[in-house]
């Protein structure tokens, strides 16, 4: 954690300084770690090596994969958006609502419309943190109430069942034209689209110079408040995006729809390597830490865990791989410097 | 962490403003008027609204239902002073609970359970303390990770089981009254310990290298304070009233179940961020802890009277903490720049986002009353 931030904005200039060799270091670490899960799991039951589980354990990831790349664009800012949970609830119930009334609708315009809800759910969030000066955690903290607030408004405690949505809908998640579940599919283009936007584009570098440090950004001529305002709109807008996949796979939209989901983003992007201090992350570590949040739960159902400590397990898994990943990188930098 | 702390150390001017205040009295400042007034405030509009409001008895059970959130209050305006988070805290709340039950279920005596349970949550404590302090990780990190860890060992304790039948002497901690009088046991308790928590913060060295360290850690390490074992001191103690919070909510239900005290942690930092305490740390004070628990507890008390749903209630409560940021903030900055000159794209800008939030707001009601009246 030492040199970590001063090497950051280097690496915004170029790619091959310190950071960078520990960036790759730290992603070979949590491959290391998923690889030996992978073959301890597959000696305990044969099962988890198959196609079929790992297709599972894709489809049960790409919700998750999809908001974890957004929390990640907000930490890199050194910021955090809580309410991502909340934000999936109200929009996927208000697009059951709007595709219960209109069963008949071509399936791209829920998809559409929530992330157009996700847009404006996460610009109110952006407002109030680069315009009203509330600290990210705070601000969030607050619409994670006012948001899971709205869901109860909205439905009267009512909820929204699978009889009520048409199949066209259901299998907009499920479908397999293309060989994968379509919202593999969905969370692989959403991921090089981050990974494009955050590597190739100038916005998405200002984000990383923001992130690691915010006044040397504003001297540089950025924008910060833009940037700030953009990463919890764009945090909204694929909340919102996972809401319509959420409503589709699990057929229903509840008022605790993805109630404590903001957590296990985080923990999927902490786990990942996004330092929590701002200006590091990548698309790939973040897609591995999600890959090991699906492969842990997965294989400590077939391992026959029992399911009442299986969070205790995942848990105790999240803070091994935290406190490695730093055992690790202090002794890269002891060796480095 | 250590590199940004070194950048981030605040201004020298406005050190005095952070540093413990000399008397009570004049601890008593802005924000906290500020807290007593929107309390006058909500209990006028509640008394107008409501007739129960002003019932003794009512107004004595409510009291009971925001201890345990007070009690983990304490311990973290100390922790949210030194700049870090607990958010573990209710976590840990339901783990103590739950191995309390376990026991209990057991055949083991009430009281050895209770004391054991109290060790396993200032453990705990310790285990955040000695990640967040030792070695050294980010406090979100550790107590996000123990936050799902402590959860998980109580649904590992119990299962889909409950603990029940607790006896009346231990009951009494969560549903008893002092003296017979109106005044829960559990109401005393906090008020002994928030007295207590308050001198440690604002009259002891301890107290004020908290706000030392929430201030620039690096310069109150270099001055030969022990940094690192005051913050494991904290979390310990946090770990600890977790636990005691834990005991007092299972013996007010007089049950206890896996998921007890569920989301408790984000109103406790609710409540100690509304009392002014910063969340970047260095400043805030235990009385303005106090008061915006007891705001929180009067206006979820006169919502709740008015049946208005608990969920619903987070609106409110989201919006005042929101609120209690922005508006000083934006006072802040209206005073210094001595009247707005509003350009004309600004205007624009502020214009569409209008527009969208109405569009929002205006599908927003379309759509749910298409639905609730075509059922």
Known sequence: MTVQNPPAIQTSVSRNGLLWTLIRFREAGISLFILLLVVAVTLRAPSFLTVDNFQDILLNISILAIVALAQTMVIITHGIDLSVSSMIGL???????????????????????????????????GLIITFGKVPPIIATLGTLSIYRGLVFFYSQGTWINSFELPASFKLLSKGTPLGLPNMVIIALFVAVIVYYFLNYTRTGRDIFAVGSNPDAAQFAGIRKQRITFLVYLISGLLSGLAAV?????????????????????????????????GGVGTVSGVLLGALLLGIIQNSLTLIRISPFWQLAAQGLLILIAVISDKWILSRVERTKT | M????????????????????????ASFQ?????????????????????????????????????????????????????GNIDLSVASNMGMSASFMGLLHNLGVNIWVAAVAALLLGTLGGMLNGYLVARVKLPALV???????????????????????????????????????????????????????????LHRTTFGRYLYAIGNNENATLYSGVPVARIKFIIYTLSGFMAALAG???????????PDIGTGLELAVITAAVLGGVDINGGKGTMLGAVLALFLIGLMRFGMGLLNIQGQVQ??????????????????????????????????????????????????????????????
């Open chain 2, 247 to 257: 005991l007092i909510l299972a013996a007010r239900f007089g049950s206890t179940r």
């Open chain 1, 245 to 277: 996949l959420w409503v589709s796979r699990f057929e229903s939209a509840q008022t605790n729809t993805a109630l404590g989901f903001e957590l296990q983003t985080v923990a999927a992007s902490v786990v990942g390597g996004v330092s929590i201090s």
């Open chain 2, 314 to 375: 987070g609106v409110v409560i989201g919006l005042l903490l929101i609120l209690s940021i922005l508006i000083p903030g934006i006072a802040q900055q209206v005073s210094l720049r001595k009247g707005i000159q509003i350009h004309g794209r600004s205007a624009l800008a502020a214009l569409v986002v209008a527009a969208v939030f109405l569009i929002f707001f205006l599908f927003f009601f379309w759509s749910r009353a298409a639905v609730i009246a075509g059922g």
């Open chain 1, 91 to 125: 929009v996927a119930m208000m697009v059951a609502f709007v595709v219960k009334q209109y069963p008949e609708m071509p399936v791209i315009l829920p998809v559409l419309l929530g992330m157009a809800l996700g847009a404006v759910l996460g610009s109110f969030n």
């Open chain 2, 2 to 25: 250590k590199a940004e702390a070194v950048t981030e150390s605040k201004p020298s001017a406005r050190i005095s403003e952070f540093a413990p205040r000399r008397s009570f009295l």
């Open chain 2, 142 to 200: 550790v107590t996000l990770g123990t936050y799902a860890f402590f959860r998980g060992i109580a649904y590992g304790f119990l299962g889909d089981q409950a603990a029940r039948g607790y006896p009346k002497a231990f009951t009494y901690f969560g549903q008893g009254k002092v003296f017979d009088s109106l005044l829960p046991f559990s109401v005393a308790l906090f008020i002994v310990l928030a007295i207590l928590f308050g001198l440690v």
């Open chain 2, 30 to 82: 802005r924000w906290e008027w500020m807290l007593v007034g929107l309390i006058l405030l909500d209990i006028v509009i509640n008394i107008r609204l409501s007739p129960h409001f002003l019932d003794a008895r009512n107004l004595s059970r409510t009291s009971s239902d925001f201890m345990e959130i007070g009690l983990m209050m304490l311990p973290m305006v100390f922790i949210i002073i030194t």
